[in-house]
């Protein structure tokens, strides 16, 4: 596939800032947790950070998870197919993947320029809402050029199955 290496590059580091974000919240979710039933102190906007950071992590699995082909495939009634067919299937998918994941980044996009002209806020931390529609934004862009590239790469059903 043209260009691999760097999409290659592109995605594993989003995923590896999806592994260091969720491990702060895991952090985070433990020092609210031993905070609160043993110092009877709580860590207030917890819910909060977790679901804001929830969301951007898992957006930031996406490339990666696209690049690698690892989406969930029921392959059920396709088992018995041809290869050109299930190959047919696989490149209406990635464009699927493409149409998707070009809506979620173009909608996360429009909703940070929103965020920040209204100068929308998390009500507990007044965490600025902008920042977490561009965090989910950028990967979701990422995913869909990668989707696109596998759209378009091996038309040859031969060469797919081989």
Not at 131 to 158: D, H
């Amino acid at each position: 596939m043209m260009f691999s290496t760097t999409l290659a590059r592109l995605a594993r580091l989003c995923s590896i800032l999806g592994g260091l974000l969720m491990t702060a919240l895991m952090l985070m979710t433990c020092y609210s947790l031993i905070g609160r039933n043993v110092f009877d102190t709580a860590l207030i906007g917890d819910f909060e950070l977790t679901g804001i950071g929830s969301g951007a992590a898992i957006a930031f699995f996406m490339p990666l998870c696209q690049f690698k082909r690892d989406n969930i495939i029921v392959d059920f009634f396709t088992a018995n197919r041809s290869a050109a067919f299930n190959h047919k299937l696989d490149r209406f998918g990635d464009l699927l993947m493409t149409v998707i994941f070009f809506l979620l980044s173009w909608r996360c996009a429009l909703a940070a320029v929103n965020a920040k002209e209204t100068m929308g806020a998390s009500m507990l931390l007044g965490f600025p809402d902008w920042i977490v529609f561009t965090s989910m934004s950028i990967p979701f862009g990422l995913t869909t050029v990668i989707a696109a590239m596998q759209t378009l790469s091996k038309f040859n059903p031969e060469e797919a199955s081989a």
